[in-house]
């Protein structure tokens, strides 16, 4: 296994199963799991500088500039923890976030060395998102499909508490969508021609995208 820093970008649209596979992967390298929506919670609830200019302009329905964004991943991978690398998860989400990370890198004498991109398609996220149900009493996962509802493992409840969120409804999931491939389609293209882009068939089994995930990571 490689001695030098891994700094790994994982994308896949919503439904990828990509935070599962990130946990996974972070583990076995040792290396941590940075997430753009973990770090946004973190700066906003401890009230850190960069979380209240973000918070500035949250308050106003407004995005969040990728200067805010690009500062709170970059302080984050400073940390000692980050010495052997990092798996990115959210991040970049922009041309000009991938470009400020290379940047970075590079002025340290390192480079992202692998993004793995988790392909999935569109009719198999919808089926995926617009199929899970939670309990609202213990927030239970369970799907219509894969994993229907039996019992609660927490609670001597009937399926009276499920619920689908506003999130994984069809037609919102059918926008996130839209949205993803927006902002990643350019991502895609820029990581290809830099030659670290490894294309993963996300509609597979979890077990079988693991393992397609793993062979590439370990190349």
């Known amino acids: 296994m490689k001695t030098d820093p891994s700094y790994i970008i994982l994308i896949g649209p919503p439904g990828s199963g990509k935070g599962t596979q990130a946990a996974s992967i972070s583990q076995e390298l040792n290396i941590p799991h940075v997430s753009s929506g973990d770090l946004f919670r973190h700066n906003l609830e401890n009230e850190t500088d960069l979380g209240k200019k973000a918070k500035a302009y949250i308050d106003r329905g407004s995005l969040v500039p990728d200067d805010i964004t690009i500062a709170m991943v970059l302080e984050r991978l400073s940390q000692p923890d980050c010495v052997k690398g990092a798996l990115l998860d959210g991040f970049p989400r922009t041309l000009a976030q991938a470009e400020a990370l290379d940047k970075a890198l590079a002025a340290q004498g390192n480079q992202v060395s692998l993004v793995p991109f988790i392909s999935v398609s569109d009719q198999v996220v919808i089926q995926r998102l617009s199929g899970r149900r939670i309990c609202r009493k213990c927030q239970a996962p369970f799907h219509v499909d894969f994993n229907p509802f039996r019992s609660c493992p ?36 820029y990581y290809r021609d830099t030659g670290v882009l490894v294309e993963i068939n996300g509609d597979q089994a979890i077990e079988a995208v693991e393992a397609e995930l793993r062979a590439a990571i370990m190349k």
């Open 154 to 189: 927490y609670n001597k409840c009937h399926g009276e508490y499920l619920y689908q969120r506003d999130d994984d409804k069809p037609q919102t999931v059918r926008s996130r969508l839209k949205v993803y491939w927006e902002q990643t389609s350019p991502l895609i293209s």
